[in-house]
């Protein structure tokens, strides 16, 4: 008992203070690598352009005010958040609430943006220092070992996806906080594992939630086993408390994954769509692969793609020392057994092995630099025996390790191993402490350099510049829309590029944060698939019936490409203006976002609408096509709020049908319509479980309408229609949130009590 009391004590002597001031050396290596103005015609190659044009995974939190500035022009447009008749779908996979993005909250978009990748590096430097201190490596050992994780593929690959990048810095950390809770056991320890669990289940990268899981159940055992803690409770009751906390940090995070899954279970999507890790880094499919990519940087500097896991020479290099040591042997053991899990993976034929694989890169970038830090550590900093076999031996298989590199290498490696071999030999030999923490120093920042040249190309050179070349487009469309005013208008020179109404309408193109499709209910696909049918000439497209269906009363279309005579066959289109580079149509029977039609056809299901709308006698002007298994029914009258006379007002003829709508926000659509007799009010905005209908107060159903649009019967006379809108599982979610939190209110409260009993 005396022994884990001194573990405990020790434990909260924790240099914590001297571990943060020990990460301010990063900040400055990190500005540089992410400052525009340095090194801007860095590569300019085939390979950045391709890099560039990608369409980076941005997903900023929106909580609700993000609609608004988008409506101001603030956002750009290209923002992958896409409401598609859900205001908050996309919130479910954001979450204000995530701590590291409520600099989205404060701060202007792109400036956000690129501070967030710099407090996420920061974080993921200090998360590194706390753990290597935890294993009472030295800092100087630590150091070059860090420099190296920063700026390795594993890291490099989180910053394309904000979520894989939140779950890579709450991973760090997560062994951190389960080492403090094994080793003080206290309500404060509970209280931080929980709010690091809470804040990897927030940041909504699947892969690190997945890996985190498995942390928690195993990593207790493997602790025990491999680290040197002071744990003299029973492993199952240790369990039990980790298994309540991941319980709890699920349920309180609720709010943010319930309503995501009541849309996957809407669209009956593949959940495996909806991981973190970017499309524009290829993860290796196998062992040979995986090798293949640690291997190539070093003799070919012309890289097709990004080595996502290649963490650096110099961090391979001082990997041999490392199991040379006699006193961090088990340590070694620890994160040699991370790295063997995650290579047999590769043999494991399943989907989950590998997202765990994924979400495992940032503990792979950690083992690898905790392995080298420990490898620093033998061979330069640990003693001044020279003639210690394991200070001789691991020096000459590092000077042969250089010397090979030195042959086979491609010119950057070639140079960098001649320093780095300048540098060790009067490091190994002279064996003083200071001196050999200088070239620590020296060493981390050769690795800096080299993996700078290597690895950086493959990001865009600022975060802030690409926003802003987006930034042009978006003002681009911003002017057209100037140009035409109100209505929705299709982009035809980019077939992703459909717009619909600015806050409320259905996007052309739905994307996740890594860069893949949202998947969409069947009956968008079908209408998606039937609007473009895989053609793309001007003419084929907006002769498209379902165009005018849809509401769309503007086209832009690129004029830079040879003419045709085809223009010349657009119906119900003319050329109204034309501006540098885009013609501007105007669709002379466009639909109105809302109206009021008296006559309806009813289908029971989704092949029955298509087979209408694809009919060439179908007129939307003439009757709506509503999918309902029932007849609709008309039974419950609604008086007139407004009783159609001709006394009050003289101007409107009692038979005349206007439907305008008076005000709307992402959430809430309120319409005033004039019928003459029942029949159906329409608004072309998309079909959704969420959205519901009231009729001068009363709830009325909702029915799709047109295959993807919502209708509602309307019985004749002045009435007020709203449309009000609540996520799927958006309440039920925050119900869970609320029991869970007061859950653990009264676990800390019943600790608090039987501690007191105890004690007295």
């Known amino acids: 008992m005396s022994q884990m009391v001194n573990k405990v004590s020790e434990f909260r002597r924790f240099p914590f203070w001297g571990t943060l001031l020990g990460g301010i050396f990063l900040l400055f290596m990190i500005r540089i690598y992410w400052d525009p103005t340095l090194a801007s015609n860095l590569s300019k190659n085939e390979k950045k352009d391709v890099w560039t044009n990608q369409q980076y995974a941005v997903w900023g939190p929106i909580w609700k005010y993000g609609f608004d500035r988008i409506a101001k022009g603030e956002i750009p447009h290209w923002n992958p958040y896409q409401l598609c008749g859900q205001p908050y779908l996309v919130d479910t996979r954001t979450s204000l609430f995530e701590p590291l993005h409520l600099l989205f909250w404060r701060m202007d978009f792109a400036p956000a ?41 594993p890291v490099i690959c989180a910053q394309m996806a904000l979520p894989l990048l939140s779950g890579s810095v709450w991973l760090i950390f997560l062994l951190s906080g389960m080492v403090y809770f094994l080793e003080n056991y206290t309500p404060r320890s509970f209280l931080v594992l929980l709010f690091i669990w809470t804040a990897l289940v927030l940041s909504g990268s699947v892969e690190c939630i997945f890996t985190g899981i498995v942390m928690l159940i195993l990593f ?36 943010t994954w319930f309503p995501f899954i009541s849309w996957q279970i809407y669209t009956r999507g593949n959940w495996t769509q909806f991981m973190s890790f970017p499309l524009s880094a290829q993860f290796p499919e196998t062992i040979y692969m995986s090798l293949f990519q640690m291997a190539l940087p070093i003799w070919s500097w012309d890289l097709p793609e990004l080595p996502v896991l290649y963490p650096g020479l110099i961090c391979l290099t001082f990997i041999i020392p490392a199991f040379f040591d006699r006193e961090f042997r088990s340590i070694v053991v620890f994160h040699g057994l991370i790295l063997l899990s995650f290579f047999l993976l590769f043999f494991v034929n399943l989907d989950l092995a590998r997202i765990l694989q994924q979400g495992m890169l ?122 035409t005013g109100t209505g ?27 860069g893949t499709e949202l998947p969409m209910d069947k009956y968008t696909q079908l209408w998606m ?31 830079t490409q040879k003419k045709g005579d085809k223009e010349k066959e657009l119906k119900n289109w003319r050329k109204m203006e034309q501006i540098p580079f885009v013609d501007i149509y105007e669709n002379t029977q466009p639909m109105p976002r809302c109206f009021w ?41 609604i008086p007139d709020t407004v009783p159609i006379t001709l006394e009050e007002n003289t101007a409107t003829p009692p038979d005349t049908v206007t439907a305008s709508i008076q005000e709307e926000n992402p959430e809430y659509i309120s319409i005033q319509i004039r019928a003459p007799k029942e029949g159906f009010l329409v608004l072309l905005d998309t079909y959704s479980p969420g959205w519901k209908a009231f009729i001068d107060g009363e709830l009325t159903p909702i029915y799709r309408t047109n295959g993807i649009f919502r209708g509602i019967p309307i019985p004749g006379g002045v009435h007020q229609v709203v449309f009000k809108y609540t996520s799927p599982g958006w309440n039920t979610g925050r119900i869970i949130t609320l029991v869970a939190i007061l859950l653990t209110l009264a676990l800390l409260l019943i600790e608090k009590f039987l501690s007191k009993r105890q004690t007295t």
């Open 362 to 483: 940032v503990l792979v970038a950690v083992s690898f630099s905790t392995l080298s830090g420990i490898g620093f550590y033998r061979l330069l900093l640990k003693g001044r025996d020279l003639s210690s076999p394991y200070v001789w031996v691991s020096g000459i298989l590092v000077f042969l390790l250089l010397i090979a590199l030195i042959i086979i290498g491609n010119p950057w490696i070639k140079g960098v191993s001649i320093l780095l071999l300048i540098l060790l030999i009067p490091a190994t030999v002279i064996r003083i402490p200071k001196v050999n923490s200088v070239l620590c120093i020296l060493i981390a920042l050769l690795g800096f350099i080299e993996l700078y040249y290597l690895l950086r190309p493959f990001l865009p050179e600022s975060y802030i510049p690409v926003i802003e070349k987006k930034d042009i487009y978006s003002e681009s469309i911003r002017q057209l829309r100037y140009q």
């Open 488 to 514: 929705r208008s299709v982009i035809i020179s980019e077939p992703n590029s459909i717009l619909w109404s600015e806050n409320l309408g259905m996007y052309y193109h739905w994307q996740l944060v890594n």
């Open 113 to 153: 943006y690129q501070w967030y990748i710099f407090l996420s590096l920061s974080l993921i430097g200090i998360g590194f220092l706390i753990w290597g201190r935890i294993l009472e490596i030295p800092y100087p050992a630590l150091i070059p070992g860090l420099v190296s994780m920063l700026f390795s593929g």
């Open 529 to 559: 698939e039937l609007l473009s049918n895989h053609k793309k000439e001007k003419t084929e497209l907006l002769n498209n019936p379902l165009i005018t269906i849809s509401g769309v009363q503007w086209a832009f279309a690129s004029n």
């Open 220 to 255: 207790p055992f493997i602790f025990r086993r491999f680290l040197p803690l002071s744990i003299e409770r029973k492993s199952l009751f240790v369990i039990f408390k980790i298994i309540g906390i991941l319980l709890l940090g699920i349920m309180i995070s609720a709010f």
């Open 597 to 637: 039609i008296s006559h309806y056809k009813i289908v029971s299901s989704k092949e029955e609408v298509f087979n209408v709308l694809k009919s060439g006698e179908y007129s939307s002007f003439a009757e709506c096509i509503i999918e309902a298994e029932e007849p609709i029914s008309y039974s419950k009258k």
